[in-house]
């Protein structure tokens, strides 16, 4: 695997009727890496993440996982939505095991031995046998995550998973998110709506622009890992924030031909 290898995107567009959602988007994340997707509502954010999840197809481009071209939904990409997507009739327990019985050469007990251990790292201990409606929205999503990490994949695909919790909580599933990461070393693409959380997180922040969606701009996050929360209050962290925001409410260069909507026009 070479250092830009884990994901690779060229000339990717996806057009919904006459809507074009995503026109040439090029992108390339390294294994390991941990990159977020910023800009305005409307702007092709969660079309470009099923692309990749393979749950959309391109009206044009290439998506390749490690080389191969994705052709559809695959246990190499986990995904976590804004809503958790558990199963409510399946304990938080089976809802992880349901997802690990693809796994060749686990067993039964095999399964339940993962999915305790990922329980554990998201913090769910003791209420593994705990039905979905029984939890916060929090740990819900806490067991979400455990699910998509507890099969492997080489790339977790993230939309807005913290965008329906409270805001304190919201705080503790990003320090969760920093400490997992930062014990699991995985290749991340996020979409959140929050700059800072995306700034705290990532290696990378892709800047996307409004309708047709393409990459704007891409801004290193050159801050000293391991992270905390507490690395907001720097200058340097509020500075980046403050220019990441610049460019997503920044009017857009047409291109010639181009037909680009005004930042402002975006809901
Ligand atoms: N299935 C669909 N059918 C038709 N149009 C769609 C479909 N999915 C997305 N779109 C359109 O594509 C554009 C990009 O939508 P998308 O949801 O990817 O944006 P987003 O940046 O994730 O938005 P938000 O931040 O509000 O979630 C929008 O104009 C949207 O209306």
């Known amino acids: 695997m070479n ?52 749950l959309e197809t391109p009206s044009e481009g290439v998506v390749e996982v490690s080389g191969r071209p994705v052709t559809g939904p695959g246990r190499d990409r986990g995904v976590v939505f804004q809503q958790a997507t558990l199963m409510p009739w399946l304990t938080v327990q089976r809802n992880v095991e349901f997802a690990l019985r693809g796994e060749a050469g686990l067993s039964k007990a095999d399964r339940a031995d993962r999915a305790r251990e990922f329980l554990g790292l998201v913090g769910l201990e003791g209420f593994e046998q705990a039905f979905p409606a029984q939890l916060s929205g929090g740990m819900q999503q806490r067991a979400a995550l455990a699910r998509s990490l507890s099969y492997g994949p080489e790339i977790l695909l993230m939309d807005e998973p913290f965008g329906a919790l409270d805001a304190l909580t919201r705080r503790t599933m990003q320090e969760l998110l920093l400490e997992v990461w930062e014990r699991h070393r995985l290749t991340v693409l996020l979409v959140t709506h929050d700059i800072d959380e995306a700034v705290v997180t990532s290696d990378r922040v892709v800047v996307m622009s409004p309708r047709p969606g393409r990459v704007r701009e891409i801004l290193d996050v050159p801050i000293a890992r391991p992270r905390s929360l507490a690395s907001e209050r720097t200058t340097e962290f509020r500075d980046l924030a403050d220019a990441i925001l610049a460019l997503i409410h920044e009017r857009p260069e047409p291109r010639s031909g181009g037909s680009e909507v005004p930042a402002a026009a975006a809901e």
Do not use: H, W
Request: hydrophobic residues 50%; negative net charge; proline residues 0%.
């Open 3 to 54: 250092e830009t290898g884990k994901l690779r995107i060229a000339g990717l567009a996806k057009r919904f009727g006459d809507v074009v959602a995503l026109d040439g988007v090029d992108l390339a994340v390294a294994e390991n890496e941990f990159v977020s997707i910023v800009g305005a509502s409307g702007c092709g954010k969660s079309t470009l993440l099923s692309l990749i999840a393979g």
